[in-house]
């Protein structure tokens, strides 16, 4: 009964096929295959050229870090959303709610040089990052990526619903992506397209590219 | 929340502040621990969970190391291996880094670098190869070197195992004397 009421809200959802029922599902964590616009643009983009510094602000993925140093790049790894839930940043407000310290987040976390990045991929850590760190964690990201450099996020559509689940996201090709199930992450807030272009206007240029699953693709350039 | 009422307008959290779990707590699996097949207890050092150093660790045979390290671990030629229960703030330079425990450092490894699935590694890789499991937590930058030609690594590595020579740990903290690769920052234990 479970897995019928499922069904209906991926149907409601607008997805084609459930992440659990991966093509790959050779493994014991299954992964589903998507194909992904934006990633196309920033392939586009970084292809041809050798010695990038690029970030990825996702969970460690064996399979991006090989891929883009097998391109001759050089990877910076940061889980920036894991961090963002240690116990040391976090404290309790008056109401019981709790917030994040973001000076102290910072002064550990997304601490690189100026102008240090050519790429970024923060795929839809956006979404799950706390309310408070959000414009905090896009400004800091605006003073380490060189100008030209580009950015790429998912931003979750209403349609999502809350319970998204978060997936840990691995480069398959220059197009698409592997979606794996990651830790339990509550989506905090669906974004529109203006609170995108308000996020980023310290950005020069913003892309959007629409995808089926409720996934809202954006190619930012500093 | 998830009406579709206002389509312009932003949706506030359900929860604005509070997450509906409880804060990510650093667990990693910590698998029974196999040693290779090809290990060889004779050949290999080995320092055990309950020992902690701090200062300068160094030697020319190869490691296996499953205690607490404060300083820096040079063994040049010979390759590191770093066990589940250990746990490294310092600054390795080894042949071979294979890290199954906790390592906060950059690690240099000449010829290769393996995290396993329980690593958690907070630092920068400087290698020439390196295999991730998936599941190992990695916080740093990662650098490719070129190969350099591998007969003379082939050789210096033959002369230093004929003569073997303990590891030296200081009593007190000292700041490396091997000059570590790093990309941001060098990091001081």
Known sequence: ?222 | MWKSGKPEERTAPAQPTVPSFEPKKEIRPMEPFKQPDNFRAADVANIGKSVIIKGELSGSEDLFLDGEVEGSIDLADHNLTIGPHGRIRANVHAKDVVIHGKVDGNVYGTDRVELKRSAVLTGDISTQRIVIEDGAYFKGAIDIKKESKPAASTVATSVVKETPKAFAAAASFEPSATPQVSFAEEKKY
């Open chain 1, 1 to 222: 009964m479970a897995s019928v009421t499922q069904n209906l809200f991926r149907l409601f959802r607008g997805e084609t096929a459930a992440p659990g029922d991966a093509q790959q599902a050779t493994g014991k964590e299954a992964r589903a295959k998507r194909h992904s616009s934006g990633l196309a643009e920033f392939t586009k983009v970084i292809a041809g050229r050798e010695n990038l510094c690029i970030l990825d602000l996702g969970p460690t993925s064996p399979q991006n870090i090989a891929l883009l140093t097998g391109m001759g790049h050089r990877i910076y790894n940061e889980d920036a959303l894991l961090c963002s839930f240690d116990p040391k940043y976090q404290s309790k407000n008056e109401d019981g709610s709790s917030s994040v310290n973001i000076e102290s987040f910072l002064s550990e976390n997304l601490k690189y040089q100026g102008e240090q990045f050519d790429a970024v991929l923060a795929w839809d850590i956006p979404d799950y990052l706390h309310e408070s760190l959000v414009k905090a964690a896009v400004a800091r990201l605006a003073t380490v990526m060189k100008p030209g450099g580009v950015l790429l996020a998912y931003f979750h559509t209403r349609d999502a619903g809350p319970e998204a689940p978060y997936y840990r996201y691995h480069i398959a090709g220059k197009d698409s992506l592997d979606l794996q199930r990651g830790p339990q992450f509550r989506l905090q807030r669906v974004f529109n397209n203006r609170h995108i272009e308000n996020l980023f206007r310290e950005f020069s240029n913003i892309k959007f590219f629409l995808a089926r699953d409720n996934v809202r693709e954006v190619l930012v350039v500093r």
